[in-house]
Antibody, heavy 125, light 107 residues
Framework: DVQLVESGGGLVQPGRSLRLSCTAS????????MSWVRQAPGKGLEWVGF??????????EYAASVKGRVTISRDDSNSIAYLQLNSLKTEDTAVYFC????????????????WGQGTLVTVSS | DIQMTQSPSTLSASVGDRVTITCRAS??????LAWFQQKPGKAPKLLIY???SLQSGVPSRFSGSGSGTEFTLTISSLQPDDFATYYC?????????FGQGTKLEIK
């Protein structure tokens, strides 16, 4: 079974940094693009970014709202995706979900087929 | 970014009812649209992708339709397990924007 387990969340002060991890199992990790989506308390879902698999360059794309403060990386040998959050703001408080992105190759489009349970990041002084 | 607007925001229905949720995009997303179900404290679950394709393991009472800017999610006969919040999401372009959600409540 596909499993995605996020870790690394917690309480952090504004302006500080945090790195979240997503440990994957049950599928061939390096065959997939991996994505992060967040959900502020009581609010809707917001895409944060994704990182492509190596044959597609291993490059990342980010939402405009976080670009410049966020870096997504991957360690294919250990099946882990990372989300580095820098210069954290109170509005970054959210549950951060890791998702697997399924590529529709002919169209070059991704949809998010499996999700982890999320890890809560609280930014507060 | 493309804006996704769902209606209604809240829907009250009974077990056995047929319900429809609508999602409108601010510009065409072709058929690159997904629907998710989320229960409190849980991760979203993919129901439908590419507007009308049923994800493996999802009951056939769920169906999706539409293209361009208007889409619908239909549940043919509500079951107790279906009371949850539903989100649409476009994956035509970066932003991968979600609708604001429709909360399906028990009448």
């Amino acid at each position: 079974d596909v499993q995605l387990v996020e870790s690394g969340g917690g309480l952090v002060q504004p302006g500080r940094s945090l790195r979240l991890s997503c440990t994957a199992s049950g599928f061939t990790f390096d065959d997939y693009t991996m994505s992060w989506v967040r959900q502020a308390p009581g609010k809707g879902l917001e895409w944060v970014g994704f990182i492509r698999r190596k044959p597609y360059g291993g490059t990342a794309e980010y939402a405009a709202s976080v670009k410049g403060r966020v870096t997504i990386s991957r360690d294919d040998s250990n099946s882990i995706a990372y989300l580095q959050l820098n210069s954290l703001k109170t509005e970054d408080t959210a549950v951060y979900f890791c998702t697997r992105a399924h590529l529709l190759e002919a169209a070059g489009k991704y949809y998010f087929d499996y999700w982890g349970q999320g890890t809560l990041v609280t930014v507060s002084s | 970014d493309i804006q996704m607007t769902q209606s209604p925001s809240t829907l009250s229905a009974s077990v056995g009812d047929r319900v429809t949720i609508t999602c409108r995009a601010s510009q065409s997303v072709s058929n690159w649209l997904a629907w998710f179900q989320q229960k409190p404290g849980k991760a979203p679950k993919l129901l439908i992708y590419t507007a009308s394709s049923l994800q493996s393991g999802v009951p056939s009472r769920f169906s999706g339709s539409g293209s361009g800017t208007e889409f619908t999610l239909t549940i043919s006969s509500l079951q107790p397990d279906d009371f949850a919040t539903y989100y649409c999401q476009q994956y035509n372009s970066y932003g991968y924007t979600f609708g604001q959600g429709t909360k399906l409540e028990i009448k």
